[in-house]
């Protein structure tokens, strides 16, 4: 998951062209993406930074997502540097610059938003089982505790070590730029960590689609006990079920499924059409990855009332004063 190559010189591919990939056409629809995505994934965090941070926070819930908005504006804040880097009239300079230092924070905060999204299952479950908050997942020390052990080890662990690690001096005939600008023991750690956070994803994954599978189960019971009839209300329900599972499976899913295959050509230097398709692929969906950071806000919205309570005072404020 971390650094991986970004910056291939497909023409210097033996028979790229019959691969039927047009590498001119990618090289300027991907940075196209990015630069779409920053406009609105900057308004809608920085947006809902300014609602949630005067919020008290008097739960595991809000220590989440309070963690999880700021792990989305750094991320956010890193996909100019990165598209710009990927056209074709990028230097040297910002190319490497964006190997070592802002995909790496850009993998940073993807592997911090991936635990947070777990943890915030994991609060709704507890939720729903304990609503009196007495088990320790419910404890908002252990929430704050658990947010700042997760931001440390992932510093010191993976995004700290992979930026000593890309040292090697860039060159610009360099193939797999990225890869080569790692020493040996920096190209063995990459395999390591990707190996490792792809198992994370994995874990977390179950752990969301187990919690809100007992969560689901739970209310519906509910529901039916009410003997309630109202349409609406049952999709509202499922909506709010099931909307962290939606964007993890929507944005995540796709590239961690593309991600270790094409890891392993990568270090192992493969030049085919396999691995140029791999290649396409990991780029689009590391785009459907960065897309959480406008996704994330219906989390928010929809699973936080006093997020929706603060919104609701500034629109009545906005409308007062105009």
């Not at 689901?216 to 099931?242: D, H, L, P, W």
């Not at 499976?249 to 499924?257: A, G, K, N």
Request: glycine fraction near 4%; charge should be positive; charged fraction near 15%.
């Amino acid at each position: 998951m971390m650094n991986t190559s970004e910056y291939q010189d497909n023409s210097s591919v033996h028979g790229y062209e019959d691969c039927g990939i047009n590498h001119s056409m990618v090289n300027v629809v991907v940075p196209s993406l990015y630069f779409l995505l920053f406009v609105p994934g900057l308004m809608l965090n920085v947006t809902v930074m300014w609602i949630l941070l005067p919020l008290r926070t008097e739960s595991t819930f809000l220590v989440y997502l309070k963690n999880l908005v700021a792990a989305d504006l750094l991320m956010t804040l890193t996909l100019p540097i990165r598209a710009a880097s990927r056209l074709p009239s990028a230097s040297l300079g910002l190319r490497a610059f964006t190997c070592r230092f802002a995909s790496t924070l850009f993998y940073y905060c993807m592997g911090i938003s991936i635990v947070l999204m777990g943890l915030i299952s994991l609060d709704r479950f507890f939720k729903v089982v304990q609503p009196y908050g007495r088990l320790l997942g419910q404890n908002l020390l252990f929430g704050r505790t658990v947010s700042i052990a997760t931001w440390t080890v992932m510093l010191g662990a993976v995004a700290l070590p992979n930026v000593i690690l890309t040292s090697e001096t860039p060159s610009v005939s360099s193939h797999n730029l990225c890869i080569d600008m790692k020493t040996e023991v920096g190209k063995d750690f990459q395999k390591a960590v990707i190996l490792v956070l792809n198992l994370l994803f994995w874990v977390m994954l179950v752990v969301i689609g187990f919690c809100y599978t007992c969560i689901a189960r739970v209310v519906v019971q509910s529901y039916r006990s009410s003997g309630s009839t109202n349409e609406e209300v049952k999709r509202k329900i499922k909506m709010k079920v099931f909307l962290v599972l939606g964007v993890f499976l929507v944005c995540f899913t796709p590239y961690f499924i593309v991600q270790v295959p094409y890891t392993q050509m990568q270090v192992e230097n493969k030049q085919d059409c396999t691995s140029e398709s791999m290649k396409v692929a990991k780029d689009f969906t590391l785009w459907l990855a960065a897309t959480q950071i406008c996704l994330d806000p219906l989390i928010y919205f929809f699973l936080c009332r006093s997020f929706r309570e603060q919104l609701s005072n500034l629109q009545i404020v906005r409308r007062l004063t105009t």
